[in-house]
């Protein structure tokens, strides 16, 4: 089983940064797949960003490129997002999923196998 933990969430102002790190306790890590998932009330879960095993690739939603950005270190078990120019409507509950298949392009939320329990970002207008 993968055990993931997100962090960093929080209350920013239109316009500002947020960095959310996930944690894995897995030691295979390194063979999945790592995305990032958003849900704000009232709304599905949705696709905000994915990156690939070795970090060779990365794919965003369109409403997040050129803000946002996902990284990972394999040595850490860790991924992360790193949000800019954040809007209101960036507002929701961030997850942090891993796909075992090593798909990074499968932007469904039942594409991946593990997730986390969510950190809150809001964001103020």
């Known amino acids: 089983q993968v055990h993931l933990v997100e962090s960093g969430g929080g209350l920013v102002q239109a316009g500002g940064s947020l960095r959310l790190s996930c944690a894995a306790s897995n030691g295979f890590f390194s063979r999945y797949a790592m995305g990032w998932f958003r849900q704000a009330p009232g709304k599905e879960r949705e696709f905000v960003a994915s990156i690939t095993r070795f970090a060779g690739s990365t794919y965003y939603a369109d409403s997040v490129k050129g803000r946002f950005t996902v990284s990972r270190d394999n040595a850490k078990n860790s991924v992360y997002l790193q949000m800019n120019s954040l809007k209101h409507e960036d507002t929701a509950v961030y997850y942090c999923?891993?796909?075992?298949?090593?798909?990074?392009?499968?932007?469904?939320?039942?594409?991946?196998?593990?997730w986390g329990q969510g950190t809150q970002v809001t964001v103020s207008s």
């Open positions: 999923a891993a796909a075992l298949d090593g798909n990074a392009r499968d932007n469904r939320p039942g594409a991946y196998d593990y």
